[in-house]
T-cell receptor
Framework: EADIYQTPRYLVIGTGKKITLECSQTMGHDKMYWYQQDPGMELHLIHYSYGVNSTEKGDLSSESTVSRIRTEHFPLTLESARPSHTSQYLC?????????FGPGTRLTVL | QKEVEQDPGPLSVPEGAIVSLNCTYSNSAFQYFMWYRQYSRKGPELLMYTYSSGNKEDGRFTAQVDKSSKYISLFIRDSQPSDSATYLC???????????FGKGTTLSVSS
């Protein structure tokens, strides 16, 4: 079944740790995105990619980095997590304007 | 002025009611408009999208765009408790590279 997956769903981690949030899609979409969403607030685009070896920063400045080595995989990395990184991170993919979202990773940095 | 504005609610209605969810935007160049539904602690789910002005119907849902007033609406007929969620409107930006999300309107349908 074509879908988009994110792991882990929940992560609680201490300050200073390096973390990688995984995102995979089986729909064959070229475009992939990472959004950050705080409770009651808008989704903000932090990274996007139009294909393999293509990555761009979004509208919201983020200390995270991304890579796109395979079409189906778009991981997000935080080298040194801080409490200000506590948020929900949503991955999406698209072929046209319609974006399809994964279930999200809720990150808490203590 | 924010690019996309939505009344956050919460909006509480009884089962079977007709619901109107609204959104305004500031950039007249926007052409595509998406509506997403987001349940608590889940990712947004695409409900429907429209291009330019006019109406689009899908089952109990109707999306309406009025470009002259930069106003977007989503109507839900015969609302059900399972419709209880946050509804996000999201125009596609002018470059066509990203969606611009409103904060969303939280809807609660009671049985």
């Amino acid at each position: 079944e074509a879908d988009i997956y994110q792991t882990p769903r929940y992560l609680v981690i201490g300050t200073g740790k390096k973390i990688t949030l995984e995102c995979s899609q089986t729909m064959g979409h070229d475009k992939m995105y990472w959004y950050q969403q705080d409770p009651g607030m808008e989704l903000h685009l932090i990274h996007y990619s139009y294909g393999v070896n293509s990555t761009e920063k979004g509208d919201l400045s983020s200390e995270s980095t991304v890579s796109r080595i395979r079409t189906e995989h778009f991981p997000l990395t935080l080298e040194s997590a801080r409490p200000s990184h506590t948020s929900q991170y949503l991955c999406a993919s698209s072929e046209t304007n319609e974006q399809f979202f994964g279930p999200g990773t809720r990150l808490t940095v203590l | 002025q924010k690019e996309v504005e939505q009344d956050p609610g919460p909006l509480s209605v009884p089962e079977g009611a007709i619901v109107s969810l609204n959104c305004t935007y500031s950039n007249s160049a926007f052409q595509y408009f998406m509506w997403y539904r987001q349940y608590s602690r889940k990712g947004p789910e695409l409900l429907m999208y429209t291009y330019s002005s006019g109406n689009k119907e899908d089952g109990r849902f109707t999306a309406q765009v009025d470009k002259s007033s930069k106003y977007i609406s989503l109507f839900i007929r015969d609302s059900q408790p399972s419709d209880s969620a946050t509804y996000l409107c999201a125009p596609v930006n002018q470059a066509g590279t990203a969606l611009i999300f409103g904060k969303g309107t939280t809807l609660s349908v009671s049985s």
